[in-house]
Structure formats: C-alpha cells, structure tokens
C-alpha cells in the first residue's frame, strides 16, 4: 500500500507542478510532511543532495524520498510517479503543439503559466531558505555571506554554476572544520 501511495502521491506531483523539480517542491514539501515521511530537516538535506547529483533534481528528490519511505521499491514507485505525467503530457503535446502554436489561447496560457513557475519557485526558495538560515549566529551569518557571495558569482562575474557549487562546498567544510557553522 506503501508503495502505491508514493507512486499517486508522485504522480500528482508530477501532473499539477509545471516549471520543473524547483516548483515542485512546496508540493513535495507539503505531502512529506503530511505522510510523516520525513522531518522538514531531513527534506532540506535531501534537496540539497539532489541538486548536487547530476540528473534531473525531480527524479533525484523522487528517488531520495521514495528510497527513506520504501528502499528501492519505493524509488522506483515515487521515480515512476513523478516522470510518469510528464512523459505522457510530452507524448501528446508532441504531436499537437506545432499545429496549435500561434493560437490565442495558447500564447495566453504560456504567458500565464510563466509568473505562477516564478511564484511556485520563490515560494521553494523561501521554505528552504528558512531551514538554511535559522540556526546559531554563526550559521546564520555564513549562510547569508555564502548566499550573496554565490549571487555575486553568478550575476557579476558570470561563474558556471558547477564551479559555484564546488566552492560553496568548499567553503562550507572549511567552515564547518574550523567550527564556525555548527
């Protein structure tokens, strides 16, 4: 039963979220907590291990929950769920779209669809960024220089977001050796 509830409850996920893994989260976030799957910690620690992981951060936070509630089974279950929609949404959508790509209606909904992805998206970055930045004075305070070095990084000098990554790791172990963040 286990397993067939995380491959609907995925598979939902996958149907209603558009946007991609980032919008996703509010509802992961949301059915985690509801299931009692998992604390909010433990799915901050997920999320932060699927962004690392090469691969589609979907399939890889899918793959992390289903494999904490129901080992392999339960990754595959969730997996299947979330890229299941999206598969046959693609399936269809192939074959249409090019015929209906200059209606009115259509222009209008992928105007409309874009401000609710960027919503979807802040509100993750929001829920995350809570988890990030509550802690000790000194986590706090690295976190914060660590989130608008990498803006910094990102915005003025352009860093390809691998190396980013890489020297926000780095300076988090350097961090976390010299006893600064807890």
Same mark, same amino acid.
Do not use: K, Q
């Given at each position: 039963m286990k397993l067939l509830s995380l491959f609907l409850i995925f598979f939902k996920i996958g149907a209603f979220t558009f946007g991609g893994g980032y919008a996703m989260l509010p509802m992961i976030e949301q059915e985690v907590? =509801?299931?009692?799957?998992? /604390? @909010? @910690? @433990?799915?901050?620690?997920?999320?932060?291990? *699927? @962004?690392?992981? $090469?691969? $589609?951060?979907?399939?890889?936070?899918? %793959? #992390?929950?289903? %494999?904490? !509630?129901? &080992?392999?089974?339960?990754?595959?279950?969730?997996?299947l769920g979330v890229s299941m929609p999206a598969f046959l949404l693609m399936l269809?959508? =192939?074959?249409? #779209? %090019? /015929?209906?790509q200059e209606y009115w209606m259509v222009k209008g909904m992928m105007k409309g669809? /874009? $401000?609710?992805? !960027? &919503?979807?998206i802040a509100a993750a970055m929001v829920s995350v960024g809570g988890q990030v930045f509550i802690g000790s004075q000194? %986590?706090?305070?690295f *976190?914060?220089? !660590?989130?608008?070095? &990498?803006i910094f990084l990102e915005l003025r000098m352009k860093l390809h977001p691998i190396l980013l990554l890489l020297l926000c790791a780095v300076l988090g172990v350097m961090a976390g050796y010299a006893g600064l963040i807890a």
């Open positions: 907590e =509801a299931h009692g799957w998992m /604390r @909010e @910690e @433990e799915l901050v620690n997920f999320i932060a291990v *699927s @962004e690392a992981t $090469p691969g $589609p951060f979907a399939i890889n936070i899918s %793959t #992390y929950v289903g %494999t904490e !509630v129901g &080992g392999l089974s339960g990754a595959i279950a969730a997996t269809v959508i =192939a074959g249409i #779209y %090019t /015929r209906f669809l /874009r $401000p609710a992805v !960027v &919503g979807l000194g %986590t706090l305070i *976190s914060a220089l !660590v989130f608008l070095l &990498g």
